[in-house]
């Protein structure tokens, strides 16, 4: 029978076995030079920076298994022309010059009946801030909350006072969670709110959003605060204004 034995044995252990052996492939760590684009520069920067690479680091050189043409790559960065760079501080100075002239002009910054019970003191139509909520407790006890919208504050505080009365939105935020356990223990408790930051809301064709942006910054110098309510997951969330621009 050309040589195979009659009687031949399929072992399934041994197939695995061999199967992954060849498949098994290992992940070269890449190092990456990313030097800025310009038309004017007429020199081959990719080109010279290898050839240094080569020369400073050849074959009997110790560091040429970490160091060569193989675990290092160039690609050019394209950065915003200088152009671009100064009408976006220039529209951010106007707006904020814009800003400031509604607030001498004594726009309305409030609908409520009475600057008593407005929780920002006459702000509460405030939009697009990063806040913060000071929780204290009866037993002397202080947790922060930090937030953001894009809407006016008023909105989304009477989002959070929602999630504090019914309790199927009991795990709607970290505030919540903190003040029904503080109802489940009996203690009373206080809510003081304040504005951290004002950010820009995310507009078509930026990459990224200054209001996400400027929350995560204020998580990240908080986030050694004992007192800081907010998880750290929070900072790798992915910018939710984004989904009302896409198809």
């Known amino acids: 029978m050309s040589g195979y034995e009659p009687n031949m044995s399929y072992n399934e252990d041994a197939s695995k076995t061999q199967r992954s052996a060849t498949n098994r492939k290992r992940k070269r760590k890449i190092l990456w030079f990313n030097p800025p684009f310009s038309s004017i520069v007429d020199t081959n920067i990719g080109r010279n920076f290898l050839s240094l690479v080569d020369k400073h ?23 915003p022309n200088l152009g671009t760079i100064i009408k976006s501080r220039n529209k951010y100075l106007l707006q904020q010059q814009q800003r400031e002239q509604e607030r001498q002009q004594n726009i309305r910054h409030c609908n409520c009946r009475s600057k008593d019970t407005c929780p920002l003191e006459g702000e509460c139509l405030t939009t697009s801030v990063v806040y913060l909520a000071k929780l204290k407790v009866k037993d002397g006890s202080e947790h922060h909350y930090i937030g953001m919208t894009e809407g006016t504050f008023k909105a989304r505080f009477n989002s959070h006072n929602s999630s504090f009365r019914h309790q199927h939105r009991r795990g709607e935020t970290k505030l919540s969670e903190k003040v029904w356990s503080l109802k489940d ?32 910054l204020e998580l990240l110098k908080n986030s050694s605060d004992p007192r800081l309510l907010n998880s750290r997951t929070e900072i790798l969330a992915k910018c939710r204004h984004k989904r009302k621009f896409l198809l």
Do not use: A
């Not at 680091?57 to 950065?79: A, E, Q």
């Open 57 to 79: 680091f050849p074959r009997t050189n110790n560091l040429h298994k970490i160091l060569n043409r193989n675990t290092i790559k160039v690609s050019y960065s394209c950065m």
């Open 185 to 216: 223990q009996g203690l009373s408790h206080n809510i003081k709110w304040s504005i951290m930051r004002r950010g820009q809301p995310y507009k078509v064709g930026r990459n990224s959003c200054d209001l996400c942006t400027s929350e995560k």
